[in-house]
């Protein structure tokens, strides 16, 4: 069982910007892997009024330890005023796996 890992969540409007912040976060080393999954909708309230938009997901694959400064890039990179970054706790996985996530999150010496 581990809770270095984390998954953190970030819908985009659009696949350019998927693929610009997908790369960005890898090419920093803040990410392993970033998933970009498209064809989500997304019902929300924003300033007082129902919303629908279609989306797309980004799934990145991080260490809890670099939380901070991903979300930092991503509202750096994001075009919306509030972008949706949320991290969830891996709380176990494939141990090769997990340690394939750190070995690409480790800056070459």
């Known amino acids: 069982m581990t809770d270095a890992h984390c998954i953190v969540l ?10 610009s912040l997908a790369r960005a976060l890898v ?3 803040l990410a ?10 997304s019902v929300y309230r924003w300033q007082g009024q129902i919303q629908q938009d279609n989306e ?8 809890r330890e670099n939380f901070d400064a991903l979300c930092t890039t991503l509202r750096g990179l994001h075009p919306y005023e509030l972008p949706e970054i949320i991290a969830v706790p891996v709380i ?13 999150l480790e800056h070459p010496t």
């Open 92 to 104: 176990d996985g494939l141990p090769a796996y997990l340690g394939w996530i750190d070995q690409n």
């Open 27 to 29: 090419e920093a080393r």
């Open 10 to 19: 970030c819908t985009v409007p659009d696949a350019a910007t998927a693929e």
């Open 56 to 63: 797309l997901l980004l799934i990145a694959k991080t260490r």
């Open 32 to 41: 392993a892997c970033v998933n970009v999954l498209p064809g989500l909708t």
